[in-house]
Nanobody, 122 residues
Framework: QVQLVESGGGLVQAGGSLRLSCVASGRTFSTSTMGWFRQAPGKEREFVGAISWSGGNTNYADSVKGRFTISRDNAKNTVYLQMNSLKPEETAVYVC???????????????WGQGTQVTVSS
């Protein structure tokens, strides 16, 4: 069992930055691919990006490439999402997820956090 707790959300102006964190419990974190998703009100959940267990492979949605960066610290059981140049339309609940796979793809996630709210004002 893996439990995920996100933090770091808040209110930021358009063009600003935030760094989200996701702390995982359980000994399987270091062998799990971690993903970030977001869901805006009235919209479907959207893949943001993912990072392999080693940190060597990452995958990003086209909409965030060049602005968002995912990293992880396996010693701290933590994965990060650095978000720069934020846009109002990126206001959403950001959720981290984990899966026992080496591939940082969009699907197959088994464990989910509760999410942290990110609000980008115009």
């Amino acid at each position: 069992q893996v439990q995920l707790v996100e933090s770091g959300g808040g209110l930021v102006q358009a063009g600003g930055s935030l760094r989200l964190s996701c702390v995982a419990s359980g000994r399987t974190f270091s062998t799990s691919t971690m993903g970030w998703f977001r869901q805006a009100p009235g919209k479907e959940r959207e893949f943001v990006g993912a990072i392999s267990w080693s940190g060597g492979n990452t995958n990003y949605a086209d909409s965030v490439k060049g602005r968002f960066t995912i990293s992880r610290d396996n010693a701290k059981n933590t994965v990060y999402l650095q978000m720069n140049s934020l846009k109002p339309e990126e206001t959403a609940v950001y959720v981290c997820a984990a899966k026992r796979s080496s591939l940082p793809t969009l699907t197959g996630y088994t464990y989910w956090g509760q999410g942290t709210q990110v609000t980008v004002s115009s």
